[in-house]
Each structure stands twice: as C-alpha cells, then as structure tokens.
DNA sequence: CCATTTGTGTAGAACGTTCTCCGTATAACG
DNA sequence: CGTTATACGGAGAACGTTCTACACAAATGG
C-alpha cells in the first residue's frame, strides 16, 4: 500500500553505549507524577508514596483519599524512577532460545506464579551466545530489576555468582550444586536419562546409542552432559557398560544433517536411541520417515522434554517429562523469596517421568 | 537433594500496585556510577555524560580520559536512570502467545537490526488477554522505553492510539490502514489467502473449505479475517462463490479436538482445506493419521506461516510464507525512524509466497 | 498533671542520569 | 591589538520515585 518515505540511517558509531541523537521526540502529553496526586488529594507527596508502598502510618481517611484520586487520574507509579530508588517489581527471564518448544511452558509457569501479586516477567533472549546473554544480564541489572531467572546459561558459574552479588538470582537447567551465590532448580537429569535407558530396556532393545550435543562451555553444569552421565550409568548397570556410544548432532544447519543421515544409514545403526532433546528427536524421526526407516519397527526413539510437537499425532514421540511449567513455578517462589530476603542458597531437584508413545514400541 | 526452607507467604494484599515487603535487601557491592567514572578520570560528570551520549563538544583528549577510566572501572550507565531523563536505548516486545513457532522468526529479525546498534529488546507476553496486554504496555511505558511493537495485539484500534501518544509504537499483523497514530507492518494477507486457494485449484481440487479461528476481538484488524476476506474473494473468482465454507476451530481443549474430529467424519467433507495457520494445520493432519484419512490422496492441506514445523519431514505441509524474519526486520526499522522523530503514519504490507510440499498434491 | 508512647503526616535528601546554560581559552579576523 | 567566533569543559537543575528523620497531636501511664 503506502511505503516507508526516509529510508533510515542505521548509523552506529564507534563506542559500546553512544547515543547518535539529538532531535527532540514530539511533545508527549504530559505524565501524572506522584505530585499530581498528592495535589488532587490535598496531601503530602510522601503520603501517596506512603500508600502505594502499603506502608505503616496511614489513616483510613487518608488512604481513601489517596485511593480516590489515583483512580480518578489514572495514576501510574513509573518504573524508571522506581528504580532508582526502590523496587521496580519486575524480574528478568533470560532463555537461551525460544525455539525449543519446552519454553513456553517455563514462561507460563513463571506468570502463574507472577501474575496474582503485583510482579511482572521482562524477558530476554540470549541466542545461547554468551556475550549477548551478559549484556542482556547487564541490561536487566541496569534496569534495577528485583532479580533474574536465568534458563539454561552458557555463562560459567563464576561469572553467574559475580552477577549474584549485584542481584538475586535463580538457574533453571544448570547443574550446580556447589554454589553458593544463586539458587538452582533442575530436575534430575541423570536419572531422566535413565529411565529413558531403562524404558528401552524393557522393550527388549540391547544396542541403545544417545544422540547428543556438544557443548563447548560448561561441563558438569548443562543439562545434556547430564543426561549423558545418566544414559551411561544405566547402561554400565544393564551390564553393558563397554559400550554405550555417543554421536553428537551439531546445530548449524548442512552439517546437522549431514551427520544425522549418516548415523542413519550406518551399518552398525542401533535398534533404539536416546536423544537428549525433542527438538533433535523430532529431526531424526522426519529424516528416518523420507529414508524408509521405520519408526518404532526398524528404530525405537525416546525423547526429551515432552513438548507439545511430541504429543501430536503424526510424531508419537515418547518422551521424558521434566514439565517445564512447573519448573517456572518452583523458579519463581525461590526466587521470590530470595528477593524478600534469604541469602542462603537452595538447590531443587525435581523427579522426571516417562511419557510412553508408539516411537517406543510396547 | 534440598528443597526449600520456608514456605512462602504468597501474601497478596489488595490494591493494584501496592507494596507489602518492608526487609532490606542485604547489601550488595556500590555501583560504579557516572560520578565515580569523572573522579577517576578527574573531570566534571557533564563530560563524562557527552562522551557517553557522543555529544558535541569533547576533545580528543578528554574522551581518551573517560573512556579509558569506563574500561578500567567498568562503568555500565543505569538504564533505570536515563530513563528518567532520557533515552533508554531499549524497545519493548509484546507478543501473543509465544508457543506460535513463527514468533522466534519474529524475535529473531528484529534483534538482528537492533544488534548492530546499542539498542535491546525487552519482551512480554500477553497470551490473547487485553488485560495481560494493557498492563505490560503499560509497565513497557512507565519503563520509559523508547518505543514498542506489538504483534498481533488484540486491542482495539482507539487504544492503541491513545497508547501511541505516550510512545512510539508499531504494530504486527494487525490491519488498520487508517490509523494515524502508530505504523502497522503487515504481509498482505488477503493476499496471502488467495494464493492458497488458487494452488488448490490448479491442483485441480474445486470443494475447498477455510479451517479458521472465531475472534471475538477486532473484526477487519486481525490476520484471521483478512484471510477469511482473500479466501472468499479467491472462491468467488474461480465461480465457487455461492460455496466457501469456514469452519471455525476453537482454542481450548476438549473442544477443539472435538471439533476437528466432527470435521474429518462429516460426510461432506471437502477435499482440500485451507488453513488460517499452521498450528491449526497441523493439529488437522495428526488426528487425520490417527483417524485414516490420508493426506493429500483424501484430503489436501494449504497452511499458513511455513513454520519450521511444516518443514518436517514427517509433516511435510504446503504453507503460505511471510517470512516472519522479515516482517520483524521491516518493523523495527520503521519504529526507529518514528523514536527518530518521524510523526506520519506509514503503513507497510510485504508479499507473501506459497511453499509447496506434500500436503498439497502436485 | 507531666512524661512517655503511639499514631499520623510532611520535608527533603537521595538515586544516577541528561541537558541547558554559561564560562573560559584559543583561533580568526579586521 | 581589539573584537568576535569557535571549541571545549563544567555547574546545576531537572526527572519521579523512596525513605529517613522529624513534627505534631492524641492517647496512655504513673
């Protein structure tokens, strides 16, 4: 129809936070500030602050007043300025990546908890890129946030507990049990790992490879290194110790599957695998399906996650349950109640659960 | 392995912003503020804020100084405070639903012009509810954001407008041409709409029906009816006009099961369907496969989106393309230009494209 | 009846920026 | 040499809250 008149300059200059600017923005109306009630209502600037903070030492009358005038002007405390001196009522969610499906169940169950008091979620996406994840960090605690809940963080745990001194934080997905400067919430990815191991075995299935990822940072603490920990002490424990392989799918596109065509048309291809994620599961099934390798007959596939894509119909996909919503939830209460005050750090583990479907044959 | 000491009192007092805490947060270490930087340099805090802001009026020499002292003391200014004043060189997000896999694309195209820049994005998430909306738009401003794009909101034009008095806003998937108070990007979904229908029928298919959504909110505005307009006037074109069909799925649960499985069984069902979106779609053809009915020999699916989903092999559905990347590239460079002071209205609609696959007969 | 406590409200200093003036030193010009 | 630009740097008032410290009145206690 109409099309942008101005192509813009995007300028960037040199320096890391320069502005470039110097127009004026057009003339907004005008705010109601705390000063505007307090004049309405005929009381002290520090009486309506006094109110809205639901603090000690006003009188029914008082409030009513104070009440009244907010509704009529449509008052509206501004966060900016809260900031700078108290709280903002606001927290941080920093995901790694919004496409993984699990995701959306962690926000949900974040607002779940947020939504009945005051508080709001703010959330950020750090591409799994380590420096966008920091300025992101950096972005919230510049923004005065009451504090973050980080999703499975690339950042190591010493820059984590760095950024735990300057505000309240919560990990969910990272393995951390020693810290001491941010709480943790997982669930127990060793054993999901298991009892997907464990599902397989029952079926009569013996070769079970795990399909996983490479991380480059973090060890102990990323949730797929988990897991692979986990996949091998079941099979250790079925007596088949010697050889419980591990191929790793990479995440850039040609190569990922590249490497998934060729494990599927590898002689030595296993009955039955393990993958550390839905999101890869979900690939290997569809590549499986356009080769003529059939799903569970020729390969049995057990996921992670249980996302919504698992559950449909034309995927079945069985797989290890670690509900992210109530994830979020869990997340939410320590971290707000670290916020309110508690300083010592909590670890959580959750148990998992197995989701049968037709990938696993009975 | 522990859990959590202390059950929280998720106490909600009433009121709307109202605090209830009144505990210290234990100390955390002194900021390194805009005051600190001109000491350690020994300038005045006004240079240190031009060079921060670039602004005229720095020699070489000074600007060495201070940027040398940021480094040293790595120096962060508080997003909380420009607020107050100024610039806060972020923008506000606000999306639907984020389980809709073509959000990520969304996300994805505007971080990539925003990157560049210094700018962030900060995002919420309004699930469908005015309420939730209303209120994140709200923090949003009283953040002092320096502009916001909505996608896909379910407001009404009029507030949108009120709202865009206070910030600079542009919104997504939302069709109001006549608006003068915020942009609107769009695909041309009408158009979109109409392709669909006319692949279907050089397939060869002439009893083609609308799987849609029923909206109570907005009428012309939302993508759904603009798609329901381009499927009508499609039919009507190739001379079925007395015959375009919609059928509305539901949202919720139990019913939109039920509903799609009442479609499927109807006696007249057509054989070819367009869809208002992918994750309609699929839904469509995983309970098709649990109930026989083949696709595409009995029944052709045309969705919307080409989401990542639709790409899979086991999937494999036709879809209409609106590069969701791009819309979100075109509409964070149409918001910078208003935050630059633009005040016309521009109205922008980007042509989508079909993706043929196996859901579409060929 | 005086001293103390308790309840209610206000003044005003932060918080960390931005940005408008304004002063001063140097350069340019006649 | 005097006048006027021009470039550079600084003082200090906002911005909209929170929160400590204090004033005052009424209630309580001896």
């Keep these: 129809m109409v099309h942008m008149g101005g192509s813009?300059?995007?300028?960037?200059?040199?320096?890391?936070?320069?502005?470039?600017d110097n127009r004026k923005p057009p003339e907004r109306a005008d705010r109601v500030t705390i000063r505007t009630v307090a004049a309405h209502a005929g009381v002290s600037v520090a009486a309506v602050s006094k109110v809205m903070r639901n603090a000690y030492g006003v009188s029914d009358s008082l409030r009513a007043k104070v009440t009244g005038s907010i509704e009529v002007l449509g008052y509206r405390p501004s966060r900016a300025a809260r900031g700078l001196r108290g709280r903002t009522f606001t927290i941080g969610l920093l995901l790694v990546d919004i496409r993984n499906p699990f995701l959306p169940e962690v926000i949900a169950g974040v607002n779940a908890v947020l939504a009945p008091g005051h508080y709001q979620a703010m959330i950020g996406v750090g591409e799994a890129r380590m420096q966008l994840e920091t300025s992101l960090i950096e972005s919230m605690i510049d923004y005065k946030m009451d504090g973050l809940i980080l999703v499975a963080p690339r950042l190591p745990s010493e820059i984590i507990t760095?950024?735990?001194?300057?505000?309240?934080?919560?990990?969910?997905?990272?393995?951390?049990?020693?810290?001491?400067?941010?709480?943790?919430?997982?669930?127990?990815?060793?054993?999901?790992?298991?009892?997907?191991?464990?599902?397989?075995?029952?079926?009569?299935?013996?070769?079970?490879e795990m399909l996983s990822q490479l991380a480059r940072e973090g060890h102990k603490v990323s949730v797929v290194r988990q897991r692979e920990i986990g996949y091998r002490r079941a099979m250790q424990q079925a007596g088949f110790g010697s050889s419980a392989p591990i191929t790793n799918i990479p995440l850039q596109s040609?190569?990922?599957?590249?490497?998934?065509?060729?494990?599927?048309?590898?002689?030595?291809?296993?009955?039955?695998i393990f993958c550390w994620s839905d999101i890869d599961a979900i690939v290997v099934m569809s590549m499986a399906a356009e080769m003529g390798v059939r799903v569970p007959e020729d390969l049995a596939v057990v996921g992670y996650d249980n996302s919504s894509i698992a559950a449909l119909g034309l995927v079945n996909l069985a797989s290890i349950d670690q509900s992210g919503r109530e994830l979020g939830q869990t997340a939410t209460r320590t971290l707000l109640s670290r916020i309110e005050g508690r300083s010592e750090a909590v670890h959580i583990l959750q148990l998992p659960s197995l989701v049968t479907r037709r990938s696993l044959a009975g």
């Design 8 to 20: 813009r300059d995007s300028s960037v200059k040199s320096g890391k936070f320069m502005s470039v």
């Design 162 to 208: 760095r950024f735990a001194a300057q505000i309240p934080i919560v990990a969910v997905g990272y393995h951390d049990p020693t810290a001491d400067g941010f709480d943790t919430i997982n669930t127990d990815d060793q054993r999901g790992a298991e009892i997907a191991v464990e599902s397989l075995l029952e079926c009569g299935y013996r070769d079970i």
């Design 254 to 272: 040609p190569r990922r599957e590249e490497t998934i065509r060729k494990f599927l048309t590898r002689s030595d291809r296993p009955r039955a």
